[in-house]
């Protein structure tokens, strides 16, 4: 079985990217944690969504982005996905990553970029997710998050943190000392021991801690996971300390656990499904492959049998 470590390795090859981004047959396959090429598509994903429950969170995917000129087309897709959201009355806000705003090329450009966008939502009454991306960006992320969080309101931008990181309990403590709105994931990337934790007892064990800073804050934050366990520790933590199921949302992957989505929102729980589009799919693709190998198993046969 491939490692999750050798996935993780090739999500960042440029050339596997430029070539699996052009090879018509891998589109297809990835219409499982894809949602379409185009806004429209998505909107369509997003109404069906909503129709079972679910909320949603728009994503353009593209990261690490070189040219400037590609960094101001992101912030007009960003303000027509935000439009469009309006306009279709969908329930959804968006999720951007910084290093798609130029977080690589300089952390102004980056910060203004964003800006854009987080003016755009607050001016419509929706919200922006700022995602965390590997730990040689979290300080920045964080840094230009706080910037943002300063100029404007708790219900307009909000930040994730990654239970895999070694930091983020500190992280999780800063940032509610401000306040901030949170997503909790377990972290997507490949990392070194001396910054996350390599064993997934201790992802898990730190998941758990930072759930219950959380839901003990009194913010609406979004618990991101497909783990029972963690699920479930959330369910039992809520209950024992009198936390309502309207004071949270749980977060899914568009394509993961949908019979878990739905069940959720049946019970009466807020449910977010994360849903990307877009063209430069690979990355995001191979995190999921990653994720569980098995996937990869399940995707080579449906290429072979074309
Ligand atoms: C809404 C949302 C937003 C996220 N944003 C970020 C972010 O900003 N930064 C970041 O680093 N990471 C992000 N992630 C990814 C996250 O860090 C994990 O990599 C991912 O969620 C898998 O972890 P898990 O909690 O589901 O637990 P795991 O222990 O990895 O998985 C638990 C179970 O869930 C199922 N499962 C999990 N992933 C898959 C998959 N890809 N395909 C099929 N089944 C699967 C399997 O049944 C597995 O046994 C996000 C995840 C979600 C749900």
Redesign the pocket.
């Known amino acids: 079985m491939v490692a999750r470590s050798t996935l993780l390795f090739l999500s960042r090859h440029e050339g596997l990217k430029d070539f699996a981004t052009h090879f018509k047959p891998f589109r297809k396959m990835t219409s499982r944690?894809v949602a379409g090429e185009d806004i429209e598509t998505t909107i369509g994903a997003i109404r069906e969504l909503n129709r079972i429950g679910c909320t949603a969170?728009f994503d353009h995917l593209n990261e690490s982005v070189t040219s400037r000129e590609e960094t101001e087309a992101e912030v007009r897709e960003y303000k027509r996905i935000l439009e469009r959201i309006d306009e279709t009355g969908i329930r959804s806000n968006v999720?951007i990553k910084l290093t798609q705003f130029g977080l690589s090329i300089d952390p102004e450009l980056a910060y203004r970029n964003a800006r854009a966008v987080v003016e755009e939502a607050a001016r419509r009454r929706n919200f922006v997710r700022i995602?965390?991306?590997d730990s040689a960006v979290t300080q920045a992320t964080l840094d230009i998050f706080r910037r943002l969080r300063s100029e404007f309101d708790l219900d307009t931008v909000g930040i994730?943190v990654?239970s895999y990181l070694r930091r983020t309990r500190d992280d999780v403590l800063d940032l509610l000392e401000i306040p901030a709105r949170i997503?909790l994931?377990?972290?997507?990337?490949n990392e070194p021991p001396e910054v996350a934790f390599p064993d997934?007892k201790d992802v898990?064990e730190n998941?758990v801690r930072c759930m219950k800073l959380l839901l003990k804050s009194g913010v609406y934050h979004?618990i991101?996971?497909?783990?029972?366990r963690?699920i479930e520790a959330t369910e039992a933590f809520a209950r024992a300390e009198g936390i309502g199921r309207e004071q949270f949302e749980f977060?899914?992957?568009y394509g993961?656990?949908r019979d878990l989505q739905e069940g959720l929102a049946r019970e009466g729980y807020n449910v977010?499904?994360?849903v990307p589009y877009g063209k430069t799919w690979y990355p995001y693709f191979m995190?999921?492959?990653a994720?569980?190998p098995a996937?990869l198993t399940f995707f080579l046969r449906q290429l072979v049998s074309r």
């Not at 991101?224 to 029972?228: G, K, L, P, Q, S």
């Open positions: 944690f969170t999720s995602d965390m991306e994730v990654q997503r994931c377990k972290g997507a990337y997934k898990d998941y979004g991101a996971t497909h783990d029972e963690m977060q899914m992957l993961v656990r977010r499904v994360y995190r999921r492959l994720e569980r996937n």
